[in-house]
């Protein structure tokens, strides 16, 4: 591979290809927002959230440490995209009234997806995503050298899935289950399989 050229670049923003979930979280009133973001790992039964602080949706974890991790299908992606210019925040922070976004409170009719109750926490589920994350937050970070975002753990406390992914009551199919991946914002699906690792149980 010596033979391969590369240049140095310096992106605008590094959406290298990563799941969207759309985090559902518990306002002041008791009904539900719905916040897409795109930057997440999972550590065991444990998932690391990246969200900006001047949001909706932190604002309500800060308040109440419960939330819904719902993982859309690539077929939701306009759904997800009818969420993208607004927050569930009143007034509008300015950084983000400067970048286009508006108030908008009732996100599942703005963006069409139904809610559906959950079994441990107070946020509700989106009934369209094939994966479901019923969690509590552990901790929240916020770095010092990056104050305009919180590092956020969650634990998880229930998997919903539908049945359609579904192998033997426990396992998710990787063949017919798809992430929507947001990939330098754009939308993908993941391609064809390429293999699996020795670890794999299906």
């Not at 923003?13 to 559902?24: D, M, R």
């Not at 989106?126 to 916020?142: G, T």
């Not at 289950?177 to 391609?191: A, E, K, Q, V």
């Amino acid at each position: 591979m010596s033979h391969v050229k590369s240049t140095t670049i310096k992106p605008s923003i590094l959406y290298y290809g990563t799941p969207v979930i759309l985090l559902t979280t518990l306002n002041e009133d008791g009904t539900v927002n719905i916040s897409p973001i795109s930057s997440s790992f999972v550590l065991g039964n444990h998932i690391v959230l990246g969200i900006g602080v001047g949001g909706k949706a932190m604002e309500n974890l800060e308040r109440h440490a419960e939330c819904v991790i719902n993982l859309p299908s690539p077929e939701l992606w306009e759904h997800v995209e009818r969420l993208a210019p607004y927050t569930g925040k009143q007034p509008v922070p300015r950084e983000k009234e400067a970048l286009g976004f508006t108030f908008e409170k009732d996100k599942y009719g703005r963006s069409g997806l139904t809610p559906v109750k959950s079994l441990s926490v107070q946020p509700d589920r989106i009934a369209e995503c094939p994966l479901q994350m019923e969690a509590k937050v552990i901790d929240v970070k916020v770095p010092a050298h990056s104050p305009y975002f919180a590092i956020v753990e969650t634990e998880v406390l229930h998997v919903h899935a539908h049945d359609s992914i579904v192998i033997d009551n426990r396992y998710i199919d990787p063949v017919r289950w798809s992430p929507l991946i947001y990939n330098f914002r754009h939308y993908f699906s993941l391609g064809k399989e390429l293999g699996k690792t020795f670890r794999s149980e299906t």
